[in-house]
C-alpha cells in the first residue's frame, strides 16, 4: 500500500494512526493542563515509529542529516517490562541515520519514561519539563531536535 516512506502493509496506516492521535491527544492535556498518560508499550513502539520514518527521511532535499559523523543518540525507557523494545541507538553511517533496539553508548543518552521521551523527541515537553536524565553532550540532542521534522 502506499504511504509516504514508500509501499509498506496496509496495518502501517492503522499504526501511523494510533501515534499521530496519541501526540495529538498529548498535545490537548498539555494546553489544558491535565494529565495525560499513555501505555509505555505504545509510547516506546510511537518512539520506533518515529525512528522509522527519521531513517527514511533525513537527509531528503539537501537537508542536513539530523547526527554528525561521530554522533550517537542512545534512548532507555524506564518503564518496567519494556526490556529491549525500550532501548534505542541511533546513529549515522555511510547511508544516513540508522537505529536498533540494542543497548550502546550515546554521545548523549536519555533516560526516563517512554511516555516522556516520546514527547520530548516530538517537541512537546522539553526534557527540563519532564523527569528524564539527559547524560553527554547536550549540544547533541539539540542538533537532533533542530534537524528533525515534527
Known sequence: MWTFLGPRPAGWWVRRRLHEVA???ADV???VGGEFTLEPNVAADGISEFLERIA???GS???PLPL???DTLH????????LEAGEWTVRRDERGVTWSHRHG???VALRGGATELLLAMVRRL???????ELLGDAGVWQKWLDRTPL
Open 126 to 132: 522539553s526534557v527540563a519539563d519532564t523527569g528524564i
Open 56 to 58: 527514511v527521511q533525513a
Open 105 to 107: 553508548k550515546g554521545a
Open 29 to 31: 492535556a498539555i494546553t
Open 23 to 25: 501526540v495529538h491527544r
Open 61 to 63: 532535499g539537501g537537508t
Open 75 to 82: 534512548l532507555h525507557a524506564t518503564d518496567p517490562g519494556l
Open 68 to 70: 554528525e559523523d561521530d
